[in-house]
Every structure is written in C-alpha cells, then in structure tokens.
C-alpha cells in the first residue's frame, strides 16, 4: 500500500515536473484525457486526479488530491472533494480539506477545513473551519470557526466563533462570539456575546452581551448586559444591565447600573446606586430610583432617592430631601415629599 502511495505520488511529481515550463499539461489520463482518473497536471478534467502541485488549471470536477500549494492558479475552478496541504485555486466550492489550509483568489463555498487558515479574496460561505483563521476579502457566511479570529472586509453572516476576536469592516449578522471582541464598521445584528467588548461604528441591534463593555457610534437597540459600562452615540433602546455605568444622548427602556445612568433625553424607567441624571435643557419621563436622581432639564414622573434635584418638575419626589426650583421658594426644598404638576 505504501509503495502504490510513493509511485503514484513520484510520478505526479515528475509529470508536474515536467510540466512546469510549458504551456501546456503532462498527465497520464485513464481512459481518456477528460475523464476517469489523472495522474499529473492535467488542466480540464472530471473524476479522481491526483497531482503534486497543481499550474495553470482550468476546470476541475471530482476529486483533486494535491500534495502541495498551486503555482499560478488563480484562474482555476475546482469543485468536489478536494485535498491536500494547501488546496488554493479561482473559486473552490464542494469539501475541502487543507493540511495547512484552504485558500481561493475569488470564492470558497462549502465545508472547508484548514489546520492553519481558510480564506477567500472575496466570499467565504458554507461551514468553515480554521485552526487559526477564517477570513475574506469581502463577505462570510455560513458556520464560521477559528481558534484565533474571523474576520470579513465587507459583511459576516451566521454563526461566527473567534477564539480571540471576530470582526467585519461592514456588517455583522446572527450569532456572533469573540473572546476578546466583537466589532465592525457599521451594524450589528443578532446575538453578540464577548468576553471584553462589543462595538460598532454605526448601529446594534438584538441581544448583546460583554464581560466589559457595549457600545456603538449610533444607535442601541435590544437586551444589552455589560461588565462595566454601555454607551451610544446617539440612543440607547431597551433593557440595558451595567456593572458601572450607562449613557447615551437618549435613553428609551429599562435601564440598571452599579453607578450611574445619564443622557440628554431619557424615558422609562432607571435604577442606579448613585447617579441618575440628564444633561441641562434635557428631559427625563418616567421613574427614576438612585441615591441622587439630578433632573438638569424637565422632569416628567416619579424619582425616588436620598436626595432629589429637578431644574424643572412635572412630577412628584421621594427622598430624604427634595428640591424643585420651578416651585415657588417656600416649597423648593422638602423632605420626604415634593411635586410640581
């Protein structure tokens, strides 16, 4: 069995050989030169082929066994089984197998498997499995697995696990894991858990949650648990659980930190141990509970706390004392109880 192994893989090696100078292929091709089983560089072909290292090949179906990375290639469609240390060609699509990896110039489509890495210069979709990596140049979708990163240049769709991180220079949707991080340039939807950070430089959307922080530059929306702190640029929706902190120029749902809830324009409800606060010539409309519950704007609702501060109240207070400025100066500060309606 060894000895067929060894003459079948020296004459691939002498056919590739003696192929690697000329234009066109050297292969012994059983029955014909298109089909049944090649041994060589042969350039078009459909069934079992087996070739040391593949140069210039055109269309492949079947299944393709090589026994090193391809020499001018990238123009090459390979579709069936494929295997090898580092099967690479145009576009890939069917099982691939990689000692070291899977790599395409265009696309890879199906289940892919690298011990090192798996990527595309543009897509990646199917089931995906790298030892290190999984990436593309532009999109990647499907089931996506590597034990360091998964990244895309574009989108990331799926279920995509990064040891360390995940990320996209676009979009992120469906089930989403980095133990260090999860990011992307613009939008986050689904369900994104990390052990240190989420972030996106536009909009989240769904369930996220992060052993330090969520955060994003527009707009927040879903269930989102944090270890330290969530923020948005411009508004956070939904239930929102931080171990420190949560802020955002608006604030719309339930919201619970270990300090400090704050932002320009906040409804619902906010629980905080210290702080529950909005910015001057801001509005908060709903019930507020924290030692000190600083209303800078209008207040319309209910804040209960040690001390109470509203610029402006529509509402009522309860604490140990209580201050309402738009109140006439007699009814300003009172213990207990305050309101202005």
Not at 81 to 106: C, H, K, Q, T
Not at 114 to 125: E, N
Not at 129 to 144: H, K, P, R, W, Y
Not at 175 to 204: K, M, P
Request: glycine fraction near 20%.
């Amino acid at each position: 069995m060894m000895k067929n192994l060894l003459l079948i893989l020296l004459t691939s090696f002498c056919l590739s050989s003696l192929s690697a100078g000329e234009e066109n292929s050297a292969s012994l091709d059983i029955p014909t030169e298109s089909n049944g089983i090649s041994i060589g560089n042969s350039k078009n072909f459909t069934g079992l082929r087996i070739n040391f290292r593949d140069r210039d090949v055109e269309r492949i179906r079947g299944v393709n066994i090589t026994f090193w990375h391809s020499n001018r290639n990238e123009y090459a469609d390979v579709s069936g089984l494929s295997l090898g240390v580092f099967p690479d060609a145009g576009n890939i699509s069917g099982v691939s197998i990689g000692a070291l990896g899977v790599g395409a110039r265009e696309n890879l489509s199906g289940i892919s498997l690298g011990l090192l890495a798996v990527g595309a210069g543009r897509d990646v979709s199917g089931i995906n499995i790298g030892g290190l990596a999984v990436g593309a140049g532009e999109n990647v979708s499907g089931f996506n697995f590597g034990l360091l990163a998964v990244g895309a240049g574009r989108d990331l769709n799926g279920i995509s696990i990064g040891g360390l991180a995940t990320g996209a220079g676009e979009n992120i949707s469906g089930f989403t894991f980095g133990l260090l991080g999860v990011g992307t340039g613009e939008n986050i939807n689904g369900i994104t858990l990390s052990g240190l950070a989420v972030g996106a430089g536009r909009d989240i959307t769904g369930i996220n949650i992060a052993g330090l922080a969520v955060g994003t530059g527009g707009m927040l929306t879903g269930i989102n648990l944090a270890g330290i702190g969530i923020g948005s640029g411009e508004k956070i929706t939904g239930i929102n659980i931080a171990g420190i902190g949560i802020g955002s120029r608006m604030i719309d749902g339930i919201s619970i930190a270990g300090f400090g809830v704050g932002g320009v324009d906040i409804r619902g409800a906010s629980l905080a141990l210290g702080t529950v606060s909005i910015e001057p010539g801001g509005q908060y409309e709903g019930l507020a509970f924290s030692a000190f519950n600083r209303m800078r704007g209008l207040q319309k609702g209910v804040s209960i706390g040690i001390l109470n501060y509203a610029r402006k109240l529509k509402g009522i207070q309860f604490g140990l004392i209580n201050y309402v400025r738009n109140n006439p100066k007699f009814l300003r500060i009172l213990p207990l109880v305050n309101m202005h309606f």
